[in-house]
């Protein structure tokens, strides 16, 4: 990611230039990754995540929306067409981070064929024991 700036009287404008692939129904943990970090370089991600609850005053209910609006058009512009469908009825971004999160969650059996894989690709040392090859598989 490249992240420009420039000033312009009293006010520092950032310049955000970076391309990723939206959100699909195959590169869920490369979006999230990708998605954590845009979140986090704007300050946003403790909203997204729920971390930063909704406050009970107006004047920080006001600045914690603006921020939760941020972060929810950050989300649905880096969505498809097919994963704004699954959210486009949610109001906040925490709603909408959850609401992918449980989506793309790996099933049972699709953890199971990454473990299978996993042991399947294990090779033993000859300098290493059998207790140990266990242990640290």
Do not use: C
């Not at 999160?101 to 990454?114: C, G, V, W």
């Amino acid at each position: 990611m490249d992240f420009n700036t420039s000033s312009t009287n009293k006010t520092t404008l950032m310049t955000r230039k970076y391309t990723m692939e939206k959100l699909n129904d195959k590169n869920y943990r490369m979006w999230k990754l990708r998605m954590s970090v845009i979140l986090e370089r704007a300050q946003l991600l403790d909203i997204a995540k729920g971390i930063i609850p909704q406050p009970t005053t107006i004047r920080e209910l006001i600045k914690w929306k603006n921020k939760d609006l941020d972060a929810h058009m950050e989300l649905v512009m880096h969505l498809t067409d097919e994963q704004i469908d699954l959210v486009k009825e949610l109001e906040t971004s925490k709603e909408i981070w959850d609401a992918l999160k449980e989506r793309h969650k790996p099933s049972d059996r699709t953890t199971n064929i990454n473990t299978l894989k996993h042991l399947v690709t294990l090779e033993m040392e000859e300098s290493e024991g059998i207790d140990t090859f266990i242990r640290t598989g």
